[in-house]
């Protein structure tokens, strides 16, 4: 064991109280912290777990370790259209942590609660029976009633999504087989983008406002474009339509398309993209669409709302096409 490992309470002390100075969090020397919302505001919850080998490589840099936990959960609360408050971290450390772990790990939090600004309330931290969990659960708040479900898409809305899909995926693909990049003819500068979209979700929460205006129903993209869309459809007791060649892409995944079209539907599908799905109703679509791109975070326009229950159909330029595998990632 490394002498410099502290106790557990010492641990708490020096790399998690830093990050903790919302006054609510008792300094992380109480049993728990108190949160006081504001007065006309819902606190909107949201938890993701986070292990290794399953969500991120154990060798990851710690700092992309903890920043991605932060991250996916922010995604959610962007969706809602809620802005960050506060998060707790729940820590599960393998047997072998070290010192120098856990300050990188530390460090990438701190560059995050500054970037979004949000700040560590409280939390727990044990041994791990086996590899390294993390565990975050972020508070968001909105307008009370404010909160975006995934159940309001009406027949007419259209469907937007942000930034990009499939490149988390693909950069997935890439740190599972290396032959990826060469069977796909793939540059540095494409690798380097992809393996970095996999590594780092970009919370929108420049959208979050935007979706609490103007959307209808509202999700992140995290197991798949279209078994997220099937679930949006399902809750909304909608169909989607999906035209495939609207849905936007990089440059790097144009050139997968191109190639090998498996690969590419399989990377649509792929998640990990941390992008909005959302419904807009016809009416304010061009102006969403144009304060999005002002926000810095365009969103483009890949289908409708239809009459239904629960279906969604996508189509290559008008024709319908069956795609494998659509149900996405699924844990069981
Ligand atoms: P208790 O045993 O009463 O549940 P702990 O001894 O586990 O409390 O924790 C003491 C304090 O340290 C609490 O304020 C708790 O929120 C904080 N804390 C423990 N682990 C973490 C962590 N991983 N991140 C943030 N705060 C933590
Ligand atoms: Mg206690």
Redesign the pocket.
Known sequence: MSKDRPG??EL?RRF?APL?SDPG??G??????VFTPEPGYDLVLTKDVLAADVHFFKDDAPEAIAAKALRVNLSDLAAKGARPRGY????SLPSDWTADWLERFCAGLAADQSAFDVR?L????IRSGNGLQVSITAIGQITAGGTVRRSGAQPGDLLFVSGTIGDAAAGLKIRLDNGFLHENNLADVEAGHLLDRYLLPRPRLALAGLVSKYASASMDVSDGLFADSAHMAVASGVDLEIELTSVPVSPALKKIRAGARDTYFACLNGGDDYEILTAIPASGAQAFQAEAAAAGCPVTAIGTVVDGSGGVTCRENGTAVTLQGQKGFRHF
């Open positions: 557990e309470f708490i998690f903790a969090s008792l992380l020397t109480d049993d728990a912290a707790l971290l729940g820590m560590l409280g939390g727990d931290t």
